[in-house]
Nanobody
């Protein structure tokens, strides 16, 4: 199973950016997909997660500015980021919790994509 993330880059404060992530490989069923981020010198933190069943969760710091969405047919997850702030600068990682075709449950991570917000 592989997760391929894209969409990072440099954006001015107040601007928008959209991240995309696609999962591929021996996937039986995806239980949840989401985004995490890690700023320099800080621990990785949850940004947003969207389970296949249940409630979507956002970090308080991004509520009202970021929107997560999934395309279950394509095994993709997007993160629309609006009103970006310099504090949003980080490497963003997509994550998928899924059952493989052998019915094993794993948590997979994408390679990370850097978002830099300039002031």
């Amino acid at each position: 199973v592989q997760l391929q993330a894209s969409g990072g880059g440099l954006v001015q404060a107040g601007g928008s950016r959209r991240l995309s992530c696609a999962a591929s490989g021996s996937i039986f069923r995806i239980k949840s997909m989401g985004w995490y981020r890690q700023a320099p010198g800080k621990q990785r933190e949850l940004v947003a997660t969207m389970p296949s069943e249940g409630t979507t969760v956002y970090a308080d710091s991004v509520k009202g500015r970021f929107t997560i969405s999934r395309d279950n047919a394509k095994n993709t997850v997007d993160l629309q980021m609006n009103s970006l702030e310099p504090e949003d600068t980080a490497v963003y990682f997509c994550n998928a919790i899924l059952l493989t075709t052998l019915r094993y449950e794993y948590s997979y991570w994408g390679q990370g994509t850097l978002v830099t917000v300039s002031s």
